[in-house]
């Protein structure tokens, strides 16, 4: 053995090493289900061809005009019938002759509807005889950067690193502390800084190989663009990533329970899964609301990973997002300290 | 291994008038101790006497309301760090994490101390070489005590406090952990550990100290402690209701020291029973006493509590 191997603080963090990988749930959690969940997302969000829309219409007339555009498929239907499939959700519109034109009864909430309500109104004006004006072609653009999965990727990054930071840290030392093995450690010459080092430590480096593993398949499978310097974008994810185990720290600087620990996490986590942007934009929520999704640390590290991935902004553009999680980190770890319950 | 010369002449821990509460209950009431080294000392008492608090003060984890800790002729406000390196702890229920297997777990708390054991000499110590790639999880529970004092040990210290070790352990365990107590004994460790098992205290300890409701309320080797009661064997006999009984008279028989009943039972205090039980069953006979239960035993640690507190130790 050499010294390096006998120090505590080595110790420490290989102990913390071997727990984690002798935990196969934990492994699932932190590796592969964030691949999983993009992979089913780029399924369900893939890019394909423009769907061809279920309509409706009342007279054999109105049934032809409609069926003249690619983008529609309709078929004759009375109106009670008409109304009930339009209920169903079988057609997304019906078209009704009038004594003085055509109705279109859809859901003007549902895009879908609002698309077949301008296909279907062009259509029929077209049957009339009536001329475009101007003389128009379609040229289909698929721009990496600009599709779902782009957007979706670095969203899921920012909540991994704080799903595996906040659980990693307050499971551990929950635990810890109801089987008084804490109390056992403090009971020992262990220095009490080295504890809880360790547990940073063994993140820094979990968070490597984490990381790397997804961003590379991101890159590998669908190719999503890393505009910003790669290097700022590893200081991000670290930042982020100590911004949540200090957050984590604080969670579990009291809880005598596994039960009460996961609680609190589950308080602090789900609202900002909802809100801070993850699988759709945070700028979504009521202007009112806007300062505090801002403030909350999940929306600052997915809004400095998507500024630094799809914009490629440099950190000087980036200052807010990265004041906001270097506030949580100083403020969470201080407060952590002071009221850290050793036992 | 800690050799005379490691030996000053403070003494391994002196107590002075230790008080400490929590809220309203007093878990320790004034208590002045000292132990000498090279000792193996018990605290004895029954559940919430005060003696796991007792014994986490002086493992520096508790902080008094008021009184002095000297262990080593070291305090806990100055030389924190100086201490840690020179005693050895095991707690009450302490769960070491499972997934690590026992070298592992060793090799952990070794890293803490600057001098000790080998890895392997605490685990030969313990017995736990068959065990030693095993997982923690996996360990049984006289096992995984062996693991806990190993980890006591594991920093050589010189000082050693064991907090009910054998609680919950199956007879086997038991004294299997006994036989490792005696080998640090004859090492020389001071040892200092509490216990709710009376025989236990007998078989290990040098001196003991009885505690009740926060205070000490008998010290001693324990033979000194039985010999204190009175009488080294103890008569027990039950007797039909029906009949009148006179106890006073039975302490005139020659031999008997005391009489007292315990829950239901009458216990006499005999020195020689060949001597006094002949009389004892003719004075029965005589008062037309209807005996439903008799028998005798040699007097221990539990006779003692209770002939102190009118307690059984685990009746709470």
């Given at each position: 053995m050499n010294k390096l191997s006998e120090s505590s603080l080595y110790q420490l963090t290989s102990a913390r090493f071997r727990l984690f990988f002798r935990e196969p749930e934990a492994v699932f959690w932190i590796f592969v289900f964030p691949i999983l969940l993009s992979v089913g997302l780029s399924i369900a969000f893939r890019n394909r061809p423009a769907d061809v829309?279920?309509?409706?219409?009342?007279?054999?007339?109105?049934?032809?005009?409609?069926?003249?555009?690619?983008?529609?498929r309709a078929t004759t239907m009375d109106e009670a019938t008409g109304a009930k499939a339009l209920a169903t959700g079988r057609v997304l519109l019906l078209a009704v002759q009038r004594p003085g034109g055509v109705t279109f009864d859809y859901d003007d909430t549902n895009p879908d509807a609002r698309t077949a309500r301008l296909i279907a109104d062009r259509a029929i004006q077209k049957a009339a005889g009536e001329q475009d004006s101007v003389e128009t072609a379609n040229q289909q653009v698929h721009e990496a950067g600009a599709r779902y999965i782009d957007f979706v990727i670095p969203g899921l990054l920012g909540m991994n690193l704080m799903s595996s930071a906040i659980w990693g840290l307050g499971f551990s030392i929950v635990e810890a502390r109801q089987k008084k093995l804490l109390k056992r450690l403090v009971a020992s010459p262990m220095p009490r800084w080295q504890y809880l080092a360790s547990f940073l430590l063994s993140r820094l480096l979990l968070l490597v190989i984490e990381v790397g593993v997804?961003?590379?398949?991101?890159?590998?499978?669908?190719?999503?663009?890393?505009r910003g310097p790669i290097w700022q974008l590893a200081l991000v994810c670290v930042l982020a990533s100590l911004s949540f185990s200090a957050l984590g720290l604080l969670i579990a600087s009291r809880a005598k329970t596994m039960e009460a620990a996961s609680g609190l996490m589950n308080l602090v986590m789900l609202p900002m899964w909802i809100v801070s942007g993850v699988f759709f934009s945070a700028s979504r929520f009521p202007n009112i609301l806007q300062p505090f999704i801002r403030a909350l640390p999940l929306t600052a590290a997915i809004d400095a990973l998507r500024g630094n991935m799809l914009q490629g902004a440099s950190l000087t553009n980036l200052t807010l997002p990265v004041a906001v999680l270097m506030a949580w980190l100083l403020v969470s770890f201080a407060i952590a300290l002071r009221i850290f319950r050793w036992r | 291994m800690p050799g005379p010369d490691r030996l000053s002449n403070h003494s391994a821990l002196t107590i002075r008038g230790l008080k400490k509460s929590f809220g309203e209950v007093v878990a320790v009431d004034g208590l002045d101790l000292d132990v000498a080294r090279g000792e193996c000392f018990g605290l004895l008492g029954p559940n919430g006497a005060g003696k796991t608090t007792t014994i986490e003060i002086c493992e520096g984890l508790t902080t008094p309301d008021s009184g002095t800790v000297e262990l080593l002729g070291l305090d806990w406000q100055r030389e924190a760090s100086a201490l840690r390196q020179r005693i050895g702890i095991q707690l009450q229920e302490t769960q070491f994490p499972e997934k690590l297997k026992v070298d592992e777990t060793l090799r952990l708390f070794r890293s803490f101390f600057d001098r000790g054991l080998s890895v392997e000499r605490s685990i030969a110590m313990a017995q736990l070489e068959e065990k030693r790639k095993s997982r923690v999880g996996g360990l049984s529970g006289g096992q995984k005590q062996r693991l806990a004092m190993a980890c006591a040990l594991v920093g050589d210290p010189e000082l050693l406090f064991l907090d009910e070790p054998t609680t919950g352990l199956d007879p086997q365990a038991r004294r299997n952990l006994w036989e490792l107590v005696d080998q640090l004994k004859g090492a020389g460790r001071t040892i200092i550990l509490t216990t709710h098992y009376m025989d236990e205290a007998?078989?290990?300890?040098?001196?003991?100290?009885?505690?009740d409701h926060g205070r000490i309320i008998a010290l001693g080797t324990p033979k000194e402690l039985i010999a204190s009661i009175g009488g080294e064997q103890i008569v027990e006999f039950a007797i039909g209701e029906d009949a009148p009984f006179d106890a006073a008279i039975l302490t005139q028989i020659p031999g008997v020291e005391s009489h007292r009943v315990h829950a239901g039972l009458h216990q006499l205090f005999v020195s020689e029973l060949h001597t006094t039980v002949p009389p004892i069953f003719a004075l029965l006979e005589s008062q037309g006493a209807h005996l439903t239960e008799f028998r005798t035993h040699s007097a221990t640690l539990e006779d003692v509590f209770v002939s102190l507190t009118g307690r059984n130790l685990r009746d709470e």
């Open positions: 829309l279920q309509v409706a219409g009342t007279t054999a007339q109105i049934t032809q005009a409609l069926n003249a555009d690619r983008g529609l997804f961003l590379g398949f991101s890159r590998v499978v669908f190719g999503v663009p890393f | 007998e078989r290990l300890c040098n001196r003991v100290a009885v505690m």
